[in-house]
């Protein structure tokens, strides 16, 4: 018997002992990496932050000079750029300013909405629950052109309200189309950050007899609020740049003035590099730095487990 515990107390233990070979069938539970296999919730800033600001300007100034190796004799590089120029603030007061305005009542209006619909895809009530999934579904996954051709087929010219007629605009049919899915993914950082919340948070509430609609709004969206606002600026910075796709329906936002102007001077293909790379270019000046104070908040407001 004495001689067997020897034996036993000489054996090579896997993990503990260096010299052992590192192999076992016991069931081993690695250290957990919370990197590995997490999807990014910020995909877009990341991306967009990924190259620095002096790396975007250097390769548009590079494209500008484009036109300089046309073979075009009547019209060259300065003819563009001059009239490119002249176009500048028409671009700009009545182009971009409408791309920008469309994103903030879009935003505005799917922020609204997506809540509403986040919080019901939390309902008690199993019907409401199931309507609002499988709204949110049905817009997050559509194709952002397509609603917007429905919406814009769909919605009246014009309304009467009273024996007074109302005209709605074009821009306003697009801020319709681009609320749906913007609703939809609104709805779906509501209810993760609810679900974020650990349900401890609940069950304590419980305990002090408080009410669900009291839980609800006194303690989980609270604690809800900083989780949802990088993603949620994430999502406005995608936007902003899917506001071009209501140049195909006709709004005249700064593409579809781009376009015009082309036109207007002869559609010289040496006018293409200028005026869309210009559209490149304040977009990007718009939209990186909304990317950088995302990530600098998602940082700052990381649940801490």
């Not at 990341?46 to 019209?75: I, N």
Request: hydrophobic letters at 55%; a neutral charge.
């Amino acid at each position: 018997m004495k001689h067997w515990f020897s034996q036993r107390s000489h054996r090579s233990i896997p993990g503990l002992d260096p010299h052992a070979n590192g192999k076992t069938d016991l069931a081993v539970m690695l250290p957990y990496n919370r990197d590995v296999h997490l999807p990014s919730r910020l995909a877009f800033s990341e991306w967009l932050t990924g190259y620095s600001a002096f790396f975007v300007v250097l390769v548009t100034l590079l494209c500008s000079l484009w036109p300089m190796l046309a073979l075009a004799a009547d019209f060259g590089f300065m003819d563009a750029m001059r009239a490119f120029w002249r176009w500048v603030p028409l671009l700009v007061t009545e182009g971009f300013v409408l791309n920008v305005l469309i994103s903030v009542f879009t935003m505005l209006f799917g922020t609204v909405f997506g809540v509403l619909l986040g919080l019901a895809q939390i309902s008690v009530l199993a019907p409401v629950r199931w309507l609002a999934k499988f709204l949110t579904q049905l817009f997050r996954n559509s194709p952002w052109l397509v609603l917007l051709f429905i919406v814009m087929l769909a919605f009246p010219f014009e309304i009467e309200i009273g024996g007074r007629i109302i005209s709605i605009p074009d821009w306003m049919k697009a801020v319709f189309g681009l609320s749906l899915p913007i609703m939809a993914n609104i709805s779906e950082i509501v209810r993760g950050a609810v679900a974020s919340v650990p349900s401890g948070q609940w069950e304590a509430s419980e305990s002090l007899a408080f009410s669900r609609t009291q839980t609800l709004w006194q303690i989980i969206l609270p604690q809800c609020f900083k989780r949802m606002i990088p993603p949620w600026m994430n999502w406005y910075a995608i936007l902003t740049m899917a506001t071009p796709l209501v140049s195909l329906l006709g709004v005249e936002e700064i593409i579809t003035l781009s376009r015009q102007a082309m036109e207007s001077e002869d559609n010289h293909p040496e006018l293409l590099v200028p005026f869309f790379g210009f559209a490149l270019l304040i977009f990007f000046v718009y939209c990186y730095p909304i990317a950088r104070i995302t990530l600098a908040l998602e940082k700052k407001f990381a649940v801490k487990l």
